[in-house]
């Protein structure tokens, strides 16, 4: 079936180094969403790419989205201990209108 | 932006008895909410999706028998877990989608249920 697949599961920096989370779908998306999840919350949208090649930039967040439309990637730059969370992609499942298949998500978390 | 209101945001209860969790759109109409189940350190699973007016549709592996939906209203699904046994211990998370703000999900804060 539909697999959207993340990596990495975990991930441990310094306050300051920069974090990647990369996503990859098993099929062609018709748009990728990410989400932030602080600890113990829920999720929050953080925005949508549609287009292939898509480049778009939160402040310090870049989101991209590839070429074939089948992966996906944030980026931080300068991390700060408010960016501690897990971090989500999420594609259309199927065709079936609203429905979001979520990748396992990457937990962040930032020492001072 | 959008809210979603989700009650209760923890529940305890004994093995046999059944649960109920709202989830309400404050400021817009939801013809159409979804639940989630989540693990702790895990993704989210989608267990159905609610559809106001008419019967929910499950997820593969999802007994609709177990996990009751109900969409009443244009702002208010609910979930009962029926019979509870501790395997069905984990946070449940609704959500919703205003169609007037393209296709991003708002969340409810979750249900954390424990059962004994």
């Given amino acids: ?112 | 932006g959008a809210v979603v209101s989700q009650h209760p945001s923890w529940v305890i209860c004994k093995s046999g008895t059944s649960v109920k969790i709202e989830c309400r759109s404050l400021d817009f109409q939801a013809t159409t909410m979804f639940w989630y189940r989540q693990f702790p350190k895990q993704s989210l699973m989608l267990m159905a999706t609610s559809n106001e007016g008419s019967k929910a549709t499950y997820e593969q592996g999802v007994e609709k028998d177990k996990f009751l939906i109900n969409h009443a209203s244009l702002t208010l699904s609910t979930l009962t877990v029926t019979s509870a046994h501790p395997e069905d211990s984990s946070f449940y998370i609704c959500s919703a989608r205003d169609s007037s703000r393209a296709v991003k999900l708002f969340f409810g804060s979750g249900t954390q249920l424990s059962v004994l």
């Avoid at chain 1, 099929?27 to 969403?33: E, F, K, M, P, V």
């Avoid at chain 1, 925005?47 to 990637?73: C, D, H, M, W, Y």
């Fill in chain 1, 1 to 112: 079936g539909q697999q959207v697949m993340q990596i990495p599961q975990y991930q441990h920096v310094q306050e300051g180094e920069d974090f990647t989370t990369y996503c990859n779908s098993s099929t062609t998306l018709s748009n990728i969403q990410w989400y932030k999840q602080r600890p113990g919350g829920h999720p929050v949208f953080l925005i949508q790419l549609v287009k292939s090649g898509e480049v778009k930039k939160q402040k310090r967040l870049t989101f991209q989205f590839g070429e074939a439309k089948k992966n996906s990637s944030l980026h931080i730059t300068a991390t700060q201990t408010t960016d501690v969370g897990t971090y989500f992609c999420a594609g259309p499942l199927g065709n079936q209108g609203g429905k979001l298949i979520f990748g396992q998500g990457t937990e962040l978390s930032v020492k001072p």
